[in-house]
């Protein structure tokens, strides 16, 4: 269909090309069937697409009997589809080389004498479509028309393109946080079940021996206070789970509270939880502790940041020796924990601060995957702010700094995302 | 009770499930050896004199977890001869595992392990 065909049948392939348009999700395609359209609608020689790109034009793509500009970038005001862009209305040139619009050494390795261009919608241009011919020909009022309905029709199709790509992203980010929720009921599950076990135990045990009457192998004596032992760790561990689990909640909904008192000791704080880890951990934990650290904070989530971040250490360290630092400077206190296990890949550095991540793998290490993000969440809503950072020596350093001082009640900056458990 | 001289071998990095379970089980007759994770107990496993009748295995663990411990008596055609039951809160991630004797969930439940257990030696009697 070249020349002088029809008026009518130029019609036909126009409604057909837009109802193809109206398919399209994606850039690509959507170019590759306005360039071929293009040219086929006014029987052409060539024809480019040009998307904007502020001050640049990108000739994106092109269908024509020899080589132009495809892939090539060039300033929006040295050339016509930037003019026709920048203007809202098309250009028809009968002979390229007599218009000061046009940079002649862009155009004399190429076959154009004469050229169309027409913006993609009018109202606010994100692009232009050529039409070039070999010969001299000053396009016709037809032609600017048709290829004028194919640019709008064009303009159409890339909004739909946008919105659909908006949408399979928004999509695709459902869908990553339904998994997530997914596999955060499945950690949770499992993550209760685990100090139930050892309880559950003890107590079938424990019933075993009661109804066999046997106490004769393990002394009753010994056996009820592992017993008791037992279900005390686990009975508080699980207690653990359920409040970080509720301090989750509370940040989702901004309602984490803060009951600060002066005179809170950071190094005191430190000091405590590291003698509640004495039993497990005496041997491991070394303290270097600034004498007074003093300000206005909240003890017992100050207790909980350090303490999250010392079972940490503690879990992921490789059984080395973990170090507990603090002082202060300039209106800051600060407390440092590290450890000598293998680091933190550069990649996962933000991530193991974000709900229901981790660095570790699943099959090795169990957990939440919750402390770091309250830790940061809780650091956060006491004005301060945790680093992260792991010295080429090995192992990770996570460190604290809290103001003493703050100046007004600030309100806590928590995450305003929605709510997933 | 249990026929007696049956050696298990509890893998389990719980300090409290391991020491209960071991409890338990010797009560009921079994000759136990423990280990933290799967290297420590193919460093057991390593002596022949000492090789159980069967394995408890937990999956989730440090260093090297079921799934990696149950590949390496894999790769051995004496230690892959020995029974493997898996002991695991995470029942559904242990079916991608090749010829287990049984997957137990977690809470354990010793009705259920002491029958197992108990089933699968009479089986081996039987045959």
Redesign the interface.
């Known amino acids: 269909m070249t020349g002088s065909s029809g008026i009518a049948q130029k019609t036909r392939y126009l409604v057909e090309v837009v109802q193809k348009l109206s398919l399209v999700r994606g850039l690509p395609e959507l170019i590759d069937i306005v360039r071929k359209a293009a040219r086929e609608l006014t029987g052409a020689d060539g024809a480019t697409f040009v998307l904007s790109e502020g001050e640049m034009v990108y000739y994106a793509d092109e269908d024509a009997i020899g080589p132009l500009w495809k892939g090539r970038r060039f300033p929006a005001k040295a050339c016509i589809s930037g003019w026709a862009i920048a203007q809202k209305t098309h250009a028809v040139i009968e002979d390229v080389f007599q218009d000061p619009r046009i940079p002649v050494d862009v155009y004399a390795p190429t076959f154009v004498k004469s050229l169309l261009m027409v913006p993609i919608r009018k109202d606010a241009p994100i692009g232009a479509i050529g039409n070039y011919w070999s010969r001299n020909h000053r396009a016709t009022e037809e032609e600017v028309e048709l290829l004028q309905s194919l640019a709008d029709s064009a303009s159409i199709a890339f909004q739909n393109v946008r919105l659909y790509g908006e949408l399979s992203s928004a999509k695709e980010m459902l869908e990553r946080q339904l998994k997530l929720r997914d596999d955060f009921i499945s950690i949770v599950a499992h993550e209760l079940k685990t100090p139930l076990s050892p309880a559950v135990i003890q107590s079938q045990f424990l019933k075993r021996m009661l109804e066999a009457g046997d106490f004769t192998a393990h002394p009753q004596e010994d056996q009820l206070r592992k017993f008791s032992e037992v279900t005390a760790r686990q009975l508080s561990e699980l207690s653990r789970l359920v409040e970080d689990l509720l301090d989750v909640s509370r940040i989702s909904f901004g309602r984490i509270s803060f009951r600060e008192e002066e005179g809170v000791c950071l190094s005191e704080c430190a000091r405590r939880v590291a003698d509640r880890y004495k039993p497990v951990a005496a041997a491991r934990v070394s303290l270097r502790l600034t004498e007074r650290a003093l300000g206005r904070w909240d003890r017992l989530r100050l207790e909980q940041v350090i303490e999250n971040l010392l079972s940490n250490a503690l879990k992921y360290g490789e059984e080395k020796s973990v170090e507990i630092s603090s002082g202060v400077r300039q209106g800051f206190a600060w407390i440092s924990v590290r450890d000598y296990g293998p680091g933190i890949a550069e990649a996962d550095r933000e991530r193991v601060f974000e709900r229901f991540e981790r660095a570790a793998s699943l099959r090795s290490f169990g957990g939440l995957g919750l402390g770091l993000y309250i830790v940061r969440e809780i650091v956060a809503g006491m004005g301060g702010e945790i680093r992260l950072e792991c010295p080429p020596e090995g192992g990770a350093i996570f460190r604290v700094e809290l103001p003493i001082q703050r100046e007004s009640v600030v309100p806590a900056r928590l995450s305003q995302v929605p709510t997933l458990v | 009770m249990a026929p007696s001289k049956k050696r298990l071998l509890v893998v389990e990095d719980?300090r409290?499930?391991r020491?209960?379970?071991q409890?338990?089980l010797?009560?009921e007759g079994y000759g136990v050896q423990t280990a933290e994770h799967g290297k420590d107990a193919l460093s057991l496993l390593a002596d022949p004199s000492r090789r159980p009748h069967l394995i408890l295995l937990d999956?989730?663990?440090?260093?090297m977890?079921g799934?990696?411990f149950k590949e390496q008596l894999e790769q051995d055609p004496v230690l892959d001869q020995i029974p493997v039951i898996v002991v695991t809160?995470?029942s559904e991630r242990a079916q991608s595992m090749k010829r287990l004797s049984g997957v137990l969930s977690?809470?354990?439940?010793?009705?259920l392990l002491t029958n197992s257990l108990k089933r699968y030696f009479e089986k081996e009697l039987v045959e």
Not at chain 2, 59 to 63: A, E, F, N, S
Not at chain 2, 106 to 111: A, G
Request: charged letters at 30%; hydrophobic letters at 55%.
């Open positions: 719980d409290d499930i020491e209960s379970l409890a338990f010797e009560w999956l989730m663990m440090p260093v977890n799934w990696e809160a995470f977690k809470p354990l439940d010793l009705d």
